[in-house]
């Protein structure tokens, strides 16, 4: 073979590795939520090697006994089920955009309710299974008996709504809490709505805070946004507009929004798996 047969296969075989590298890059993207509301969230990220969710362990049952909380962006209702098990919240609203997140939080919440009741809990089925439902087992188990001493119904307590959080969603009659939770949402709010979606997200959150009351908010790096750019057209031109970087969230939180005070309480959580090594901060209203 002549060595311009040689150099034209060769170029033949690199387009089409290129291509099926474009390909497989295309096939990627589609499949990313662009929300981040993400199927298996907490099942990839908690029910293999992890019992319970790391971040719980920073987060203080002062913050949530007794009160009316919210968790923005809940997902499949994981975390939120847990802190009011754990916490001993008066009430704690689960919002996300996703119809079939909330739908998933609701079957949680039916199922962690047998569960604390006594009842035979049925097997889940395969797809059940395969779409991570059982990633609030393990964050459930541990205080399981706490609540069936208590004799709480849990289903009285938890309640999660589908809404758009930046855009229309408001609080039933006007209700303020004591307790906001917004973890690992800011980002996707970002790229999504750019820097007024995030400037829209940090004013509702502190009016809808008690006076006092307490946000804590899980930032994801910048280096995160990089990664999650492309997920949509709408993305990809907010990442490149954005001008309020995610090391600049406590300035304007402060001294923009109004808030008085912050505390990184991420020191407390050490050996962390990837993931959830973010910072985590508490601000206070």
Known sequence: MGQDEKKKKNDDEDAETTTAQQTAKKRKRQEVAIFGNYRNYYGYRVGQELEEDPRLKVLKKEWFEGKDCLDIGCNNGTITITIAK???CRSIL????????IQDAHWNLRRTVKMSTGAVQPKPTKLEDSEGMNGVQHSVTEVQSEETRSGKDLSHIVTFEKGNFVKDWRPPEDKL???IICLSVAKWIHLNWGDDGLIIL???IWKLLEPGGILILEPQPWKSYYKNRLVS?????NYHNIKIYPEGFQEVLLDKIGFRMVENITSRLSGSKTGFDRPILAFWK
């Open 177 to 179: 809490y004591h307790t």
């Open 202 to 204: 940090f004013a509702k």
């Open 86 to 88: 754990k916490f001993g």
């Open 233 to 237: 057209e709408m993305a990809q031109t």
């Open 94 to 101: 689960g919002v996300d955009i996703d119809g079939d997140r």
